[in-house]
């Protein structure tokens, strides 16, 4: 908890890649952490599983069939339905316990949210079960806070996130606690914070965005409060040298110019490293810039390695991270492959081996 607030790290997707059982595992030796969110009640099951034993909030859709979970595993489910709610209410006569349950709000992202003339429909549901009476949480999502600088359309969301807020109290559904913040708004609007934060990847140590960045750097913040805290590596596992106009890999889509030194990095898209990256990003090792050349396969790339001395077989390559003081990020990647640093990180395969280290 921090001051009177409550604290929500998100771990979903794979903790952004990060490792779902790894992260669980270091959140609950953190006193200040008081939920984690995730998006479904599979990935709750993982996280009480690994022995998270405090709260959490499941953020995507909650199936009917899933309604028995929410009291085997003591989740929170984010509620959009009057169905799942109902069925929520009977399992709470059925059982004599009490259930909380989050109202997500439509206030522009037009994904998951409850519209104002629903209110009605919930109130009657709330009032026919008496173990569930209320909400326990009101919340909404920003459409619009990492991806520019303007954020009058956030500022939209949060002023009817407001109005509907209080016609929810009118209805006689005053909750416990209301929940907005992403990374951006948290680092951005002080009023986003309400009762609960719920970031994820500034939690990872990276900005959402440039934008974010920019705009935060704007109200006088301090430039380096993120510092990712993954990096991504892996061992050569073949040298060769290789003749000029060659072609190298599926295609033949790079051919060399003169005698080549490339090194096979057991790594493809299959690992989450992206297709677009072919011809287009480089690794690090030694410090040096090793380019990718041709394709990326499934479970392998080739980069060059002609002008850097002294590497051996097992030599490490770092795909993401710092190596000698030269630095490779996600962002990077995420611009060479056209999308942005969320999934690139999310997208690494979960069946890579997670290290935590000092
Ligand atoms: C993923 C998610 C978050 C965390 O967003 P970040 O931009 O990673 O901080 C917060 N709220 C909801 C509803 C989410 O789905």
Redesign the pocket.
Known sequence: MAGDRLFAV?V?ANAYGHGMPEMVSLLTEIPGVDYL?VHSADEARVCRAYGWTKEIIV?GPLSPWEVGDLFEYNLQPTVVSKTVLERIGKECEKRNQSARVHLKLETGTNRQGITENEIEQFAVVFKKYKQLSRPFGLST?FANI?DTTNHEYAQSQLKEFNRLAGLFNKAGLKPTIRHTA???ALVLFDKTKFDLV?????IYGHW?SKETHLSYRLTGGENDIFHPVMSWRARITQIKKVPADSFVGYGCTYRTTSVARLAIIPVGYYDGYSRALSNQAYVLIKGKRAPVRGRVCMNLIMVDISDIKGIKLGEIATLIGTDNGQTLSAEQLADWSGTIN?EILARISPETTRVISD
């Open positions: 998100c979903k969110t953020l999502h990492e992403c990374s951006a719920r970031p994820g990847i500034s959402p969320y």
